[in-house]
């Protein structure tokens, strides 16, 4: 061999030694592990380098198999976006190779969806990724962009929450804003030792701008039900229907009541709204009564007033419990209160009619008493606010007795004296 062989020989050894070196001992991601690229080109590799050596980019057509599983799954969407860009990834199938290698926590619900969430007519993948965890499973949900924009992650739920998540679930891609793009719900579950809670996040690219969270900050449930997607409010718009369980069996939380959240978009937000079921028990339909009294609709007020005076086929709680009947003091109770919505509305006459009614069908009971002191008062010629006063006066001769009508629970709404004719 002459010098000038020996020499350009020696030179290549060098090259070798040190670019073997460059890749042993870079300072890469240590959660990803790059493998060799097989002799054959049909194993998996995290990169794809020229044959001649350069440093030219890969082609976008060349195929990237699916990379090693990282330590930190949930931060390796990184990864995955370069291979389903390569082409080899099962995406109609909901890349069922990625949660077997990657050995994914199982998860109840969609594991992925399909939908326009940006409004460009194409579709964008979102993708559910969960790891071992106690109580529940660390998770997170990435967002691909479309296949033309080379499936290019630019999101996740947690950026989007800017909060950490667990026992995440890919509820639904629906468009609840009136857009055409559907918002991505998704729900997550935090635990504080034995107490659990579930919120959800309105991952939406309405505004036109970057995806952001849309939920409001009172959708916050110790459990559900079920969720659906209706028009619930008669705008031409889905909404979310959040069904809320009916809550603790435990007989000091008192009557409980199942309910259904509704999520609504008002143009420029969410609102949740709370929708009772049916009552089952009497104490509810009162409830529901004094709710209206108070937010001014008088006229549904007396009619739930009335309802519950006279119904006899609601469960009584307080009977169920071996305590005195409920219904004994609710039904006067209901017909004092649908008198004094009769006095608001401008018809005297009928508030008194109402009044001798709750006092000469129910004297044994504390409501029909005190119907009478204010039946008395107004007949004398006083005023409705000295006939209020009155009746406070003599309840509060019986407050211990009264508290314990109106003691239905911690669950539930209380009472007071002067609340009655207030």
């Known amino acids: 061999m002459n010098n000038y062989l020996s020499t350009r020989f020696l030179f290549v050894i060098v090259a070798v030694v040190t670019t073997t070196l460059t890749v042993s001992c870079g300072g890469g991601d240590p959660d990803v592990r790059v493998r060799p690229a097989p002799e054959t080109g049909a194993g998996r590799t995290d990169a794809t380098a020229p044959?001649?050596?350069?440093?030219?980019?890969?082609?976008?057509?060349?195929?990237v198999e699916l990379p090693f599983a990282p330590t930190n799954r949930v931060g390796g969407g990184l990864l995955i976006a370069e291979y389903l860009a390569g082409g080899l990834a099962d995406i109609e199938e909901c890349l069922p190779e990625l949660?077997?290698?990657?050995?994914?926590?199982?998860?109840?619900?969609?594991?992925?969806?399909?939908?326009?969430?940006?409004?460009?007519?194409?579709?964008?993948?979102i993708y559910l990724v969960s790891v071992p965890g106690d109580p529940v499973a660390p998770g997170d949900v990435w967002f691909f962009d479309d296949k033309e924009q080379s499936y290019r992650l630019f999101t996740s739920a947690r950026a989007v929450a800017n909060e950490v998540l667990a026992g995440v679930r890919i509820e639904a891609l629906v468009d609840l804003t009136g857009d055409g793009a559907p918002e991505a719900i998704i729900s997550s579950e935090n635990c504080d030792g034995d107490l659990c809670t579930i919120s959800f996040l309105i991952a939406s690219a309405h505004r036109g701008f970057d995806v952001e969270n849309l939920a409001p900050d009172d959708l916050l449930l110790p459990s559900i039900e079920g969720l659906s997607f209706e028009d619930a409010t008669g705008d031409q718009l889905a909404d979310l229907l959040v069904r809320r369980e009916a809550g603790t069996d435990e007989p000091a939380a008192g009557p409980q009541?199942?309910?259904?959240?509704?999520?609504?978009?008002?143009?420029?937000?969410?609102?949740?709204?709370?929708?009772?079921?049916?009552?089952?028990?009497?104490f509810h339909l009162v409830t529901d009564a004094d709710d209206h009294y108070r937010s001014g609709d008088l006229q549904t007020a007396s009619e739930l007033y009335l309802q519950a005076a006279s119904d006899v086929s609601l469960r009584d709680w307080k009977q169920e419990q071996g305590e005195r009947a409920g219904r004994l003091e609710l039904q006067p109770y209901s017909l004092f209160r649908a008198a004094l919505a009769a006095q608001r509305s401008g018809d005297p006459a009928g508030a008194l009619s109402l009044l001798e009614h709750a006092f000469?069908?129910?004297?044994?009971?504390?409501?029909?008493?005190?119907?009478?002191?204010?039946?008395?008062?107004l007949q004398n010629?006083?005023?409705?606010?000295?006939?209020?006063?009155?009746?406070?006066?003599?309840?509060?001769?019986?407050?211990?007795?009264?508290?314990?009508?109106?003691n239905y629970g911690y669950a539930n709404p209380g009472h007071q004296i002067d609340a009655l004719c207030r």
């Open 381 to 406: 010629g006083d005023s409705a606010g000295s006939a209020c006063a009155d009746t406070e006066s003599f309840l509060d001769n019986l407050s211990g007795f009264h508290a314990g009508v109106w």
């Open 257 to 282: 009541r199942a309910s259904s959240l509704i999520v609504t978009w008002t143009g420029l937000r969410f609102r949740v709204e709370e929708k009772p079921d049916e009552p089952e028990y009497l």
């Open 99 to 125: 949660l077997a290698d990657w050995e994914l926590e199982p998860i109840e619900g969609e594991r992925c969806l399909l939908g326009d969430i940006d409004g460009d007519d194409r579709d964008e993948l």
């Open 360 to 377: 000469s069908n129910h004297g044994d009971s504390v409501h029909g008493l005190a119907a009478g002191v204010y039946r008395t008062t």
């Open 51 to 63: 044959a001649d050596g350069s440093t030219a980019e890969p082609s976008k057509n060349a195929p």
